[in-house]
Structure formats: structure tokens, C-alpha cells
């Protein structure tokens, strides 16, 4: 495996200018030259704010799940809780704020177990996952006023199956328990 090379001297790519903002994201584009072929192209890239996912999980070993509509597939998705990362927020700290907003559950223990640049291609911002044990609900949810969400707890030798089924279609979500099931010893040869 090559080391990774943050600055490639095969690339030549200008400043970026924004050419499109919008409250979640701004569209940015750089002018980029491949030395190799000599070819230059536009370059566009989404800026976002880094995101989180929490794996919550309950003294009873169940995961909370949450069920909400995503405007991008138009349906409801299964999902962990998540959210964005605001400016200057330490990512756990973002994660446990996330978790109290969404859910009303607090918990222990919380540690950031993994991140993810969630497109490579296109996007710059990272994704990282939160696990908190011992999670318990202390207070009623504090929804956003285009947030509509059902919060559940699903058993953890069930959250295989979620996976498995198609339940859950939610690439960050589906890594975000990837992540869990290598904390957790021979979680895939359980079920």
C-alpha cells in the first residue's frame, strides 16, 4: 500500500472561489492541472461542516434507532442519531448534544470511535461516529422545527439483522455500526 501524499506533486489547483451558498453548504470550484497530462478542468467541491453519528446503547444492550424523513430519497429513513457539527464544536461534544437534542438520552462513557471522509471525490468534511454507553432518557426531545422524529431501541442482537435486510440504507449509518461491531468481540460470528 502507498503512503497517502497530501500535497501531490502531480496536482497544480488554484485557490477556491465559492459559486453557489446555501444554509447546509456552499459549492466551491478550483481550476486543477494534471502534470502528468497536462490537462486542466473546473474542479467542484461541496463544503459541509463535519458531521456525527451516535451509537447510543442502553444498560439493557439495545441500540437506540431513530426514523425521520430525508428529503434526498423522499422517504423515511432508519438511522442512528446524527447531526452536524457546529463551528468550533469539538465533534464528541457535538455528538453528546446531537444525542440529548434528538432523543432526550444521556449516557456515559462517550468517546469518538472512528471517522470517515464521507466522498473523497467531492467533499471535504469528515464524519465521525460517537459511542455512548448506558444511554437513559433524561428529558424530552429538543426537535429543530423541520425535525420529525421516532426514537427506538433496538435489541443488539438484532442490529445484524437491520443491517443485513436493507432496513437501513444510510451509507454514514451503515459505517457508523461498522465501527461499533469492531468494539464489540465476535460480533458478526454471533448471529
Known amino acids: 500500500m502507498s503512503p497517502k501524499r497530501k500535497d501531490d506533486p502531480l496536482w497544480n489547483v488554484t485557490?477556491?472561489?465559492?459559486?453557489?451558498?446555501?444554509?447546509?453548504?456552499?459549492?466551491?470550484?478550483?481550476?486543477?492541472?494534471?502534470?502528468?497530462?497536462?490537462?486542466?478542468?473546473?474542479?467542484?467541491?461541496?463544503?459541509?461542516s463535519s458531521w456525527v453519528n451516535i451509537v447510543a446503547v442502553t444498560e439493557k444492550q439495545e441500540v437506540l434507532f431513530i426514523e425521520q424523513y430525508r428529503f434526498g430519497t423522499g422517504q423515511m429513513e432508519t438511522e442512528i442519531p446524527g447531526g452536524a457539527v457546529e463551528k468550533g464544536e469539538d465533534p464528541l461534544e457535538g455528538g453528546l448534544r446531537e444525542l440529548l437534542e434528538e432523543t432526550g438520552f444521556k449516557g456515559e462513557n462517550g468517546r469518538i470511535i472512528g471517522k470517515v471522509c464521507p466522498n473523497p471525490a467531492i467533499q471535504d468534511n469528515l464524519c465521525y461516529t460517537v459511542l455512548v454507553e448506558n444511554v437513559k432518557k433524561i428529558s424530552e426531545p429538543q426537535l429543530d422545527e423541520m425535525e420529525d422524529i421516532e426514537v427506538f431501541a433496538v435489541k443488539h442482537e438484532n442490529v445484524q439483522k437491520l443491517m443485513r435486510d436493507g432496513s437501513i440504507e444510510h451509507g454514514?449509518?451503515?459505517?457508523?455500526?461498522?465501527?461499533?461491531a469492531m468494539t464489540i468481540p465476535n460480533f458478526f460470528s454471533t448471529q
Do not use: E, H, I
Open 15 to 48: 485557490s477556491p472561489r465559492t459559486v453557489f451558498s446555501t444554509p447546509v453548504m456552499n459549492v466551491l470550484t478550483s481550476q486543477v492541472t494534471c502534470k502528468r497530462s497536462g490537462k486542466d478542468k473546473d474542479f467542484y467541491r461541496l463544503d459541509f
Open 172 to 180: 454514514l449509518v451503515l459505517n457508523a455500526l461498522m465501527f461499533y
